[in-house]
């Protein structure tokens, strides 16, 4: 039995490689033989994640990869080479993802009997490569070291989730080659003692919870445990904590889509996909609703795809993904392999359009890329021998008759992403309302999609490079089409759908997010008609709030009842540069105009408040340099505001008004047509009148789940209950069960630990840190530069973060010691993003007999009358010397079993320690 077939299904699949399928056989085979013809290059080095490595410095375009050059790096772009160790290592990093899967072909080449067509390269020596690559490693697998990783433990990368990849594409191949041949049977052993079962007990060590990484740990471990012939722990790798079984229940969420939004569900049910295969073949048992929503995985992420055939740029996502990639296709013919008949239309409609010459034929890339991650290419014409190693496995011998099938208009519920087609679906709308997403989530919530074929009009933009400071942009609120009060990015909270009704001719959606801004619910609506769709924004909050609408278009024109203001936009990013700025009186009309080609779209806006429409750029698409957009600024007095904004592709509305106290929102076409849009009480209202002809449409499909008006008020952040009376100094030991670690245990590290004292005083809180530690101090200087990710310098060395909450503020600083200054005992103290409001801090610091000692004073503290309550975070950081990044950390306020991995300088609110002044 192997992890994937059985033996008797394993020859069954040999017969169809030598027949329906033999043209995507031979094109694999030939890619490997170029390969064989090579010499066998392991690298000795561990992968680098740096800002620099496989980046172009002129246009920020990832390099492309090629497997025969380590040392010349071409941008894709602007034609530039690059050399050095940066971006030497991190090729390292595509290059052994490359390399372990051109082994996984090799052994199965050699299982199935497949040789290159012109004979030059045979079954025997695809085994024989396999087994060399595999060879190669239990030599240099223990020599790679596990030390200064990003995300979790590793010794051949920088990320634990990428040496899971790689361990089980590893225990693949020595699979396939063990079934085929008993001469593999000694190295088999090897590999098992000198790679796996040290990699598997790294993998196991850290565990990432509901993340998609966590899924090809669990896969990992599936694959390891069963080659090391270890039952229980195959079990807990399926339905343990974190395991398959867990992340099909909580991670894909009813609808089949997974939580952390298209790009993610593709890598997670690829890991998915392994875990369930390899379930399967051993017998095990999965529950059937749960193996109906992975089947339902493999077409969700086409449902809510553009016109163009590209991915929707949600949340963490690269920028444009097409579709028309070998993995889409092998996404649905492996989803087609698992169904029985002719299959899902919806699958074999998306073949329908992969399959057919809609786009020129061009590079796959498919020999210069790993299956398991994304390395996205511009599309192509595909065919059935352009699909993976998988696929030689588990596709169909022959498809079912393919054909056109109209995705519609789909409402993706647990998502909270409703997605109307119109014109025979060129035009595409879309409200994001619903899932947060998780980290790989943004502070986007009501945010709306447009597109008319290729041009993206409110388009949203995905994700640059993770260490790149433009990280933060594309991660805040203003980088989207959703709403932001008061200045401040939204909160993470999840949207709530209020009604959905698709009734043909008229279609809308409704939607909640309560607490987006403290004392704040904003709802959105979109009604789509067959020309236009009209789009209302209201908000209900306990005071008077200032509502900032970003609008993601690039306007021609901006005129109607407007006129010129001199104000500016404030730039709390960054980002933003001011254009021009336009006065929009309440309940006025401004009117916007975009073109692209022989597209435009024609948008009318109205307000209930005194506005002002800035014109401002900002980076736009990552790579794409800085783009024109808009920004509404609408100060509400009342308690209720509203923006209504309506949408046509077809240049065939006039002019929009509103009446009757603004309930009722009048739509003139210019045949003279009139709409009325309305709310009633069952939902949505509109009237078409046409002269004499008077037409009623409703539009119903209210979720009756609750209240849909905001008469509550969001709760405070909750602070974590842990009450300590403070009458005098309290003094906390921090070591063992308060040490966040990285690759080293607590022990391991030397045993750091600190004595933090607390002691309130009149008008001021006073906080010693005396910090013991083995081994030289390593205090970032203030002109470091971090080179390796978008956190500040300052974290990666032994210094202090403090955080500081109550009702009036929150604030919070790193601290670092100054060495060498002109004042000693000075501290270089650095307030943190998002915890911005003002408080005097004074700070000095001095050497110990075993470490350092620090102490801070933040003065006029409590600031707000008869405040008796505050929280209070320390984290204390530790490097010793030799090392890149921190080696761990010391933190009063964390949970215990934490990892340092990707924090930078963010503390979690709920978990400071509360204080209570006796």
């Known amino acids: 039995?192997?992890?994937?077939?059985?033996?008797?299904?394993?020859?069954?699949?040999?017969?169809?490689?030598?027949?329906?399928?033999?043209?995507?056989?031979?094109?694999?085979?030939?890619?490997?033989?170029?390969?064989?013809?090579?010499?066998?290059?392991?690298?000795?080095?561990?992968?680098?994640?740096?800002?620099?490595?496989?980046?172009?410095?002129?246009?920020?375009?990832?390099?492309?990869?090629?497997?025969?050059?380590?040392?010349?790096?071409?941008?894709?772009?602007?034609?530039?080479?690059?050399?050095?160790?940066?971006?030497?290592?991190?090729?390292?990093?595509?290059?052994?993802?490359?390399?372990?899967?051109?082994?996984?072909?090799?052994?199965?080449?050699?299982?199935?009997?497949?040789?290159?067509?012109?004979?030059?390269?045979?079954?025997?020596?695809?085994?024989?490569?396999s087994s060399n690559v595999l060879t190669c490693y239990v030599d240099q697998y223990p020599r790679y070291p596990n030390r200064d990783n990003v995300l979790g433990p590793t010794r051949l990368f920088f990320s634990t989730y990428l040496?899971?990849?790689?361990?089980?594409?590893?225990?693949?191949?020595?699979?396939?080659?063990?079934?085929?041949?008993?001469?593999?049977?000694?190295l088999g052993g090897r590999i098992r003692e000198q790679i796996i079962e040290p990699s598997a007990a790294l993998i196991a060590s850290y565990d990432e919870g509901a993340s998609n990484r966590q899924v090809w740990n669990a896969a990992a471990l599936v694959a390891a445990n069963r080659l090391l012939?270890?039952?229980?722990?195959?079990?807990?790798?399926l339905f343990g904590q974190s395991g398959i079984a867990y992340h099909l229940q909580n991670g894909l969420l009813p609808d089949g889509t997974w939580y952390e939004g298209e790009n993610y569900h593709l890598f997670a049910h690829r890991a998915l996909w392994y875990g369930v295969t390899m379930a399967e073949a051993l017998g095990a048992t999965l529950p059937a609703a749960l193996v109906a929503r992975f089947q339902e995985g493999f077409v969700t992420p086409f449902l809510t795809s553009l016109p163009d055939m590209t991915l929707p740029s949600r949340r963490d996502s690269q920028y444009a993904i097409s579709l028309r990639q070998p993995r889409f296709a092998e996404l649905c013919e492996l989803g087609l392999a698992r169904q029985t008949g002719d299959g899902d239309p919806r699958l074999r409609g998306v073949l329908f359009r992969l399959y057919s010459n809609e786009v020129p034929r061009g590079d796959t890339g498919r020999s210069r890329t790993a299956a398991d991650v994304e390395r996205n290419l511009p599309g192509t014409a595909l065919s059935r021998a352009d699909l993976g190693w998988r696929s030689l496995l588990f596709a169909r011998p022959a498809l079912p008759p393919l054909a056109p099938a109209p995705l519609g208009t789909v409402l993706l519920e647990a998502q909270g992403l409703a997605v109307f087609r119109r014109e025979r679906e060129r035009i595409y709308v879309a409200l994001d309302y619903g899932a947060s997403g998780g980290g790989h989530g943004h502070p986007d919530r009501l945010n709306v999609m447009l597109s008319d074929g290729p041009?993206?009009?409110?388009?949203?933009?995905?994700?640059?490079?993770?260490?790149?400071?433009?990280?933060?942009?594309?991660?805040?609120?203003?980088?989207?089409?959703?709403?932001?009060?008061?200045?401040?990015?939204?909160?993470?909270?999840?949207?709530?759908?209020?009604?959905?009704?698709?009734?043909?001719?008229?279609?809308?959606?409704?939607?909640?997010?309560?607490?987006?801004?403290?004392?704040?619910?904003?709802?959105?609506?979109?009604v789509v008609m067959p020309d236009y769709v009209l789009d209302e924004l209201r908000w209900y909050s306990d005071q008077p709030v200032v509502m900032d609408l970003p609008i993601h278009l690039d306007a021609d024109e901006v005129s109607g009842r407007v006129r010129p203001f001199g104000d500016q936009l404030e730039d709390t990013y960054g980002a933003l540069a001011n254009i021009a700025s336009h006065f929009l009186p309440p309940h006025g009309m401004a009117r916007l105009t975009a073109h692209d080609g022989d597209r435009s779209l024609h948008g009318f806006l109205l307000a209930s408040g005194s506005g002002v429409l800035y014109q401002v750029t900002a980076p736009g698409p990552p790579g794409a340099g800085r783009k024109a957009f808009l920004v509404l600024r609408v100060t509400e007095l009342g308690s209720i505001g509203w923006v209504r904004t309506i949408w046509s592709w077809r240049d065939t509305i006039e002019l929009v008004r509103t009446e009757a106290r603004a309930r009722v929102t009048r739509v003139h076409h210019r045949d003279?047509?009139?709409?009325?849009?309305?709310?009633?009480?069952?939902?949505?209202?509109?009237?078409?009148?046409?002269?004499?002809?008077?037409?009623?449409?409703?539009?119903?499909?209210?979720?009756?789940?609750?209240k849909t008006s905001s008469d509550g008020e969001p709760a405070e952040p909750a602070i974590r209950e842990q009450e300590t009376h403070l009458e005098r100094a309290l003094v906390f030991e921090l070591g063992r069960?308060?040490?966040?670690?990285?690759?080293?245990?607590?022990?391991?590290?030397?045993?750091?630990?600190?004595?933090?004292?607390?002691?309130?005083?009149?008008?001021?809180?006073?906080?010693?840190?005396?910090?013991?530690?083995?081994?030289?101090?390593?205090?970032?200087?203030g002109d470091a530069v971090n080179v390796y990710d978008n956190e500040s310098p300052d974290i990666n060395g032994d210094g202090?973060?403090?955080?500081?909450?109550?009702?009036?503020?929150?604030?919070?600083?790193?601290?670092?010691?100054?060495?060498?200054?002109?004042?000693?005992?000075?501290?270089?103290?650095?307030?943190?993003?998002?915890?911005?409001?003002p408080r005097a801090l004074r700070a000095v610091w001095h050497r110990t007999h075993d470490g350092y000692a620090v102490r801070v004073r933040i003065e006029s503290f409590p600031l707000a009358p008869n405040e008796r309550q505050f929280a209070l975070g320390v984290v204390?950081?530790?490097?010793?010397?030799?090392r890149e990044r921190r080696r761990g950390q010391l933190v009063l306020g964390g949970r215990p079993g934490e990892f340092v991995y990707l924090r930078g300088d963010r503390e979690d609110l709920s978990q400071l320690v509360r204080f209570i002044i006796s």
Not at 876 to 882: D, F, L, S, Y
């Open 229 to 237: 012939g270890r039952g229980a722990e195959v079990e807990r790798a």
């Open 163 to 186: 040496e899971s990849i790689w361990l089980l594409n590893l225990c693949i191949a020595l699979d396939l080659l063990e079934s085929q041949d008993r001469r593999f049977a000694e």
């Open 876 to 882: 204390i950081n530790e490097k010793p010397v030799g």
């Open 455 to 526: 041009t993206r009009w409110l388009d949203d933009m995905g994700t640059g490079s993770y260490v790149d400071p433009s990280l933060h942009w594309y991660r805040s609120t203003l980088a989207h089409n959703a709403p932001i009060f008061d200045g401040y990015q939204q909160q993470r909270v999840d949207g709530e759908l209020i009604a959905f009704d698709d009734g043909g001719g008229a279609s809308w959606v409704s939607a909640v997010a309560r607490g987006v801004h403290p004392g704040v619910t904003a709802m959105r609506t979109l």
């Open 1 to 129: 039995m192997s992890l994937l077939l059985s033996d008797d299904a394993l020859q069954a699949r040999a017969a169809v490689a030598h027949a329906e399928l033999a043209p995507l056989a031979d094109s694999l085979t030939r890619e490997l033989a170029t390969v064989y013809a090579r010499p066998l290059y392991v690298p000795s080095e561990k992968a680098l994640l740096s800002r620099e490595g496989g980046r172009c410095a002129r246009d920020g375009a990832m390099l492309d990869f090629d497997p025969f050059s380590p040392d010349r790096h071409r941008c894709p772009v602007c034609g530039e080479f690059y050399t050095g160790e940066l971006h030497h290592r991190f090729w390292i990093y595509w290059y052994q993802l490359w390399l372990i899967e051109r082994a996984v072909h090799g052994a199965l080449f050699a299982a199935l009997g497949c040789s290159e067509p012109s004979g030059a390269f045979s079954a025997a020596d695809a085994a024989s490569f």
């Open 672 to 706: 003279g047509t009139r709409d009325y849009h309305r709310r009633s009480s069952e939902g949505w209202q509109v009237e078409r009148v046409a002269g004499t002809l008077r037409t009623k449409m409703e539009l119903g499909g209210i979720v009756r789940r609750g």
């Open 737 to 781: 069960e308060q040490y966040r670690r990285s690759e080293e245990s607590w022990e391991e590290a030397g045993r750091p630990s600190a004595r933090v004292g607390i002691l309130r005083m009149p008008n001021e809180l006073v906080v010693d840190v005396a910090v013991r530690k083995r081994g030289e101090l390593t205090f970032p200087p």
């Open 800 to 837: 202090i973060q403090l955080y500081l909450y109550d009702t009036a503020l929150a604030s919070a600083w790193v601290l670092v010691p100054e060495v060498g200054g002109a004042e000693e005992g000075a501290v270089r103290a650095r307030p943190i993003e998002g915890w911005d409001r």
